[in-house]
């Protein structure tokens, strides 16, 4: 056994508050990445209940419609830059990337910790951007020209605290990928890594490559809005589709930063429930690659009805329906785990299937939006709006939910309860879906997004979705409830309570301060199980 | 934290992935500007001719030989000789501050033509010319900013070789900073055909 202290008994550098904002060790960076995270997604999810209440019709009046704007903006942008976008890589990935490749922190462990500054620095700036100036921004989260240029509301504030995001997503990427370069333990080769990593690997690339696509976009917004330089102004020469163009080229692969390392702890989860090599592991591999390269080449299917060249639409939507076949490997490779498998039948697991149900409603929707014909139709209405939730939500959130669960015992080194965890799932799952898909229904039929008010056809579909957002809701309180519950009061959890194979479930749970009393050296492949040995 | 970390090279990829993404973000401003090349040639043309290339080719010297004594200064660290260091890097400041200084009386020029973004002159001018002016401010104002923030940082790093925390052994900081301070010198040599050599 060790003795070293675990993490979270450390007190090198004091005790109380300061210690946890001062140290730069990569579980505590992830944990106050969790917490706050946590805070700010069910901020993010209050105001998607306010703004479902305003689609029944005793309440209707809940809200101007200015403010309803506002609030599928704030919705938006919280969701995005400060919950979907950075939760998975900085969550887990900082907390578990160097346990998973043997090393002792990642690559620089005080810039790690400037990235969580950097990342609350941006909220405050989008929160500041709420009260100050002419008022909370109503652009939605695209903030597209020319209306982002013109309004009187406080864009500048709030488009600067995404830059400032944009910088700290940019650095943890850059973190990530030298500590896969230079950290692995000995005999870890790239091709030894857990999946986990070799996600977090492409996601860190897409974040490097695209990000600063996204920063320059903003920095020509605030730069037009304060001096007028005229590049989105078609009456100065500019052009608002360049915007567009510009916005998407960062905004659509960072769907992929969104979903791939959803997909790694996936990937992660599944053997271990399986006792089973996972099926496949160099496709899945090189598929989060091919995702991350072909991702980049598919921005303007979100322009298909703003006016591009008939042949620019055409080699979008090939490249469109091109990006559906390394995810589609990724599903046929989970589901053939599972095959012949001895299931463990555990929570994670269940959130785990979950996810790939959700994400192949959510994923096989976004192919019909690839569709030229079937586009012109649905742009804009709410069967967008349905499909990106089964992403976003259905995928990455519940992936999010399942690795929680998974990695929760590690982390804390407590177990929450199994059967408050099963009874949260039923109303999350039942709800999830009376919403999102009345959102695609509601789309089918013609129902526009972020419309303040609706005709009378679309209202009872709009109420059974409203109902379910109530229940998806209460699933959301009992799940988060059980855990904070667990984290006080929880049973100590082992070292190993899944039967996992991976390096992070050979150290004691919670994790010591330095992770491995030696590093270890890497041997086999990832998920080597005994009864496997042939 | 308790274990002491070093890996020189680690530091290195980290500031060559950052200078990626500053590739990147300038990149973004290339593609701004090829799209509203093709679409306005001829304005582009024109508009570049009321820019002072031989500023901005003395400029372009100034930079290069700015790039030039930050190498000489890690090859004086390297050989452990560290007054020289010192000196070859302020040589590079100063060659930084003579740069702005002489962009500053570029924009001023600009200014006093009323050529500037919003200016009641410039919307008097065809849109592929504004917009030629638009991207000017811009592109070159955002490299002036990043020749700023180098400046800053070579600054840093001349007080740690002062102190002697940059020495012989340890020189990755200064490393850093020079590629960042060749990164500002790349951009420009871009900048400088895009805009003054486009007449």
Redesign the interface.
């Known amino acids: 056994m060790t003795t070293q202290p675990s993490y979270l008994d450390y007190t090198g550098n004091g005790t109380g508050l300061k210690a946890w904002l001062t140290s730069t060790d990569h579980k505590r960076v992830g944990l106050l990445y969790l917490y706050s995270m946590i805070s700010f997604f069910l901020v993010a999810v209050g105001i998607g209940v306010v703004m479902r209440l305003v689609q029944l019709y005793p309440f209707q009046h809940l809200v101007k419609a200015q403010t309803y704007n506002a609030l599928f903006t704030l919705h938006g942008v919280i969701m995005i830059f400060l919950f979907v976008v950075p939760g998975l890589p900085a969550i887990f990935g900082n907390f578990f990337l160097p346990i998973l490749i043997g090393a002792k922190d990642v690559a620089f462990p005080r810039l790690n910790l400037a990235s969580w500054y950097f990342f609350m620095a941006g909220a405050i700036l989008a929160i500041l951007s709420l009260f100050t100036g002419g008022g909370a921004p109503d652009t939605g989260w695209t903030f597209y020209a020319p209306f982002s240029l013109k309004t009187g509301t406080n864009i500048s504030l709030a488009v600067f605290g995404a830059f400032v995001l944009g910088f700290s997503s940019m650095l943890t990427g850059i973190n990530f990928i030298v500590t896969i370069h230079r950290l692995r333990a000995p005999g870890m080769t790239f091709f030894r890594m857990p999946l986990m990593a070799w996600a977090l690997y492409s996601t860190s690339w897409i974040q490097l490559l695209a990000t600063p696509i996204l920063a320059i976009t903003l920095v020509l917004v605030i730069l037009e809005r304060f001096f007028g330089i005229g590049i989105f102004d078609p009456a100065k020469g500019g052009d608002p589709l360049l915007y567009q163009h510009l916005f998407w080229i960062y905004s659509h692969p960072a769907v992929y930063i969104m979903i791939l390392p959803g997909m790694g702890a996936i990937s992660e989860i599944l053997p271990t429930f399986c006792k089973r090599p996972i099926f496949g592991y160099k496709a899945i591999a090189f598929s989060s690659m091919s995702i991350a390269g072909v991702g980049s080449l598919v921005w303007a299917h979100h322009m298909f009805t703003s006016g591009m060249s008939e042949f620019a639409n055409m080699v979008f939507s090939l490249l469109t329906m091109i990006v559906a076949v390394p995810s589609a490997i990724k599903v046929f490779n989970w589901v053939s785990t599972l095959y012949k498998g001895s299931i463990d039948f555990q929570p994670p697991l269940l959130f785990a299937l979950t996810f790939i149900f959700l994400f192949c409603i959510g994923g096989l929707t976004g192919v019909m939006q690839g569709a030229l014909a079937i586009n012109v139709h649905i742009h804009d209405t709410y069967f967008i709006v349905g499909h990106f939730h089964y992403v976003m939500f259905g995928g990455t959130g519940f992936a999010l939910f399942a690795a929680l669960l998974y990695w929760f015992p590690k982390m804390f080194g407590k177990m929450y309860s199994k059967r408050a965890i099963y009874a949260s799932w039923l109303p999350l799952f039942v709800g999830f879906n009376m919403l999102y898909f009345g959102m695609l229904i509601l789309g089918m039929m013609g129902m526009p997004r972020r419309y303040y008010v609706h005709l009378p056809q679309f209202h009872w579909m709009h109420v059974f979705a409203t109902v379910g957002s109530w229940l998806l809701v209460l699933g959301l309180l009992m799940y988060f409830g059980t855990l904070l519950y667990a984290i006080f009061r929880g049973k100590k959890a082992d070292a190993n309570p899944w039967g996992g194979v991976s390096l992070e479930w050979t150290i004691p749970s919670p994790p010591p301060l330095e992770n491995f009393e030696t590093i270890p050296t890497i041997t086999t492949g990832p998920y080597h199980f005994a009864e496997e040995e042939k | 934290?308790?274990?002491v970390?070093r890996?020189d090279?680690?530091?290195r990829?980290?500031m060559w992935?950052?200078l990626?993404?500053?590739?990147?973000?300038?990149?973004?401003?290339f593609?701004?500007y090829s799209?509203?090349r093709h679409?306005?040639p001829m304005?582009f043309h024109h508009a570049g001719a009321e820019l002072n290339a031989v500023l901005g080719i003395t400029n372009t010297v100034v930079l290069l030989t700015s790039s030039l004594t930050v190498v000489l200064s890690i090859v004086a660290i390297q050989r452990n000789e560290r007054s020289r260091a010192i000196g070859f890097l302020s040589t590079t400041l100063g060659l930084g501050f003579v740069f702005l200084i002489i962009k500053g009386f570029e924009w001023a020029a600009k200014f006093h033509h009323g050529l500037y973004?919003?200016s009641a002159h410039l919307?008097t001018l065809?849109?592929?010319?504004?917009?030629f002016f638009?991207?000017y401010?811009?592109m070159t104002g955002?490299h002036g900013v990043h020749v700023i923030a180098g400046m800053g940082v070579l600054a840093w790093v001349l007080g740690m070789v002062v102190k002697g925390t940059v020495n012989a052994d340890k020189y990755v900081h200064l490393e850093n900073a020079g590629l960042y301070w060749h990164l500002v010198d790349v951009i420009w040599i871009f900048l400088l055909p895009l805009f003054y050599l486009a007449a």
Request: glycine letters at 14%; zero cysteines.
């Open positions: 934290m308790t274990h970390h890996d090279f680690g530091s990829l980290g992935l950052f990626v993404t500053e590739m990147v973000l300038f990149g973004g401003l593609i701004a799209a509203m679409r306005y304005e973004p919003n919307a065809p849109p592929g010319e504004q917009v638009g991207l401010f811009s955002l």
